[in-house]
């Protein structure tokens, strides 16, 4: 997914809502991450797509890791990387290159390369992809805290990388190294009887999946139907990184009396990722549960965390909950992280975005006049954390009404399910059709059956 960093139509469109909203002062911010290249070639973070260099809608290339080589900063894309007429860098990699002294006994499995080749170990270290997924913005605000979260949990602890899930042969799960794949560095029609090496997975298995169809087949040049089949495992990646993430445990009596009330406990525990659950762009994930309780018939007596008529969850966004044509679901359990501004009383309202859309549309003072980015705290907005830490759980309570009479046995169904956006944020930065693209997981189901006592 890193290829498509520069041409995701939520990302492009986002970046250009808070572009309007911060009056401009927001520069080329997020450009840095999705197009390092374009950036450092001096390109407008105004520019479309279509007029920007080859190199710039590569978005995050093989270059933009492997030529990194100095430690520029740890956070917001703060870091060197080589455009077009530059010298031809040296691509850094775990592996010792052809022409470089190895230590007594290592192995080097880079016989020769058409480029100059190091190694370094900063590569296949978490901090190398804090550079991106640490987010600060300008005034303070902690939009993205993936590293940080890694960097305080066991795993980082334990010696356990970003890499070592995300690049893992089976996706959002921790394989020694020394499991891992042993494979020809390149193809025998490029180099006969080249050496093998342990070899990472560079799809870089994460949450996303393009909303562009057939993004990337004329680069692989790829016919139809095995352009298909590659679609096909991805998505199938992408659903095994997730539902390697999260356990789910769900609590409940034998059976319950007509007249009753049933009470369901379900206990959501990040048991497999080494960060929040959810992380990165935290205040536009869902991670939701679906709660629904029918009779023998098959008539729904209860239900949590279904969506409206536009996909969207019944919370505070919804528009038909706001028109009146649905409650409010006010057993939600949403572990979805919020923006929160400040109004002109002073007083804290939530938002899509952490720019101030309400008096003032520039909430920025540049340069900033005190350190924010170093105490991170931001005078104007925050984000409200709701994730779950790794090896945390949280959970919720139900307690359904039974009428008398209720005919059983009752069918209890749970679902905990993941989405990228909500769809209401797709409809607000200008992207309504793409509503239709989200596509909702089940990283976890449960269903049994519970008698109605007589």
């Known amino acids: 997914m890193h290829s498509y960093a520069q041409h995701s139509p939520a990302v492009l469109h986002f970046i ?81 290159g052809p022409d470089e002294p190895a230590p007594a006994g290592a192995e080097k499995v ?9 190694r370094t170990t900063h590569i296949t270290e978490s901090r190398f992809c804090g550079r991106c997924h640490d987010v600060f913005l300008p005034d303070g605000t902690r939009l993205e805290e993936a590293f940080i979260e890694w960097k305080n949990s066991p795993y980082a602890r334990k010696g356990i990388h970003c890499q070592d899930c995300h690049m893992s042969p089976i996706p959002g799960k921790y394989v020694p190294r020394d499991q891992w794949p042993l494979e020809a560095i390149v193809d025998d029609d490029v180099f006969p009887e080249a050496p093998k090496r342990r070899r990472s997975s560079h799809k870089f298995t994460g949450p996303d999946y393009s909303l562009i169809p057939k993004f990337g087949q004329a680069d692989l040049e790829l016919e139809d139907d095995d352009f298909k089949a590659l679609e096909a495992q991805l998505e199938e990646d992408r659903k095994t990184l997730l539902r390697n993430a999260a356990t789910m445990r769900v609590d409940h009596p034998e059976q319950v009396p007509p007249g009753e009330r049933l009470r369901v406990r379900v ?52 528009e038909e909950v706001q028109k009146g044509i649905l ?42 006049p005190m350190p924010y980015s170093i105490l991170g705290v931001a005078p104007g907005a925050r984000v409200f954390k709701n994730g779950i830490p790794p090896h945390g759980t949280k959970g919720a309570t139900y307690r359904v ?12 169904s749970v679902r905990l399910r993941y989405r990228n956006f909500p769809p209401h944020l797709l409809k607000e930065i200008g992207i309504p059709d793409y509503r239709a693209k989200l ?15 007589k």
């Open 110 to 118: 880079i016989a020769r390369v058409p480029h100059k080749a190091k």
């Open 327 to 368: 409650a409010k679901d006010r057993d939600l359990f949403n572990v979805q992280a919020r923006f929160v501004i400040k109004d002109f009383r002073g007083t804290e309202v939530e938002a899509i975005s952490p720019t101030n859309r309400l008096l003032d549309n520039v909430p920025y003072v540049v340069p900033a």
């Open 401 to 412: 009404p039974i009428p008398e009479g209720t005919s059983g046995p009752l069918t209890l």
């Open 439 to 453: 596509r909702i997981v089940d990283m976890q189901s449960y269903e049994t059956k519970i008698p109605v006592a």
């Open 267 to 318: 206990d959501v525990t990040n048991s497999g990722a080494g960060h929040n659950l959810p992380t990165g762009f935290a205040s536009e994930r869902q991670v939701w549960l679906e709660v629904v309780v029918r009779d023998a018939a098959g008539k729904m007596l209860y239900i949590s965390g279904d969506v409206d008529r536009f996909g969207d969850l019944r919370d505070e966004n919804s």
């Open 16 to 96: 250009d809502f808070i572009l309007k909203q911060s009056g401009g002062t927001q520069g080329a911010f997020c450009m840095r991450c999705h197009t390092p290249i374009g950036i450092s070639e001096g390109e407008s973070v105004l520019n479309a797509n279509p007029t920007r260099s080859k190199e710039a809608l590569d978005s995050v290339s093989c270059t933009v890791c492997h030529a990194a080589y100095t430690w520029d900063g740890q956070a917001s894309a703060v870091f060197h990387v080589p455009i077009a007429g530059d010298p031809d860098p040296t691509l850094h990699g775990p592996f010792y």
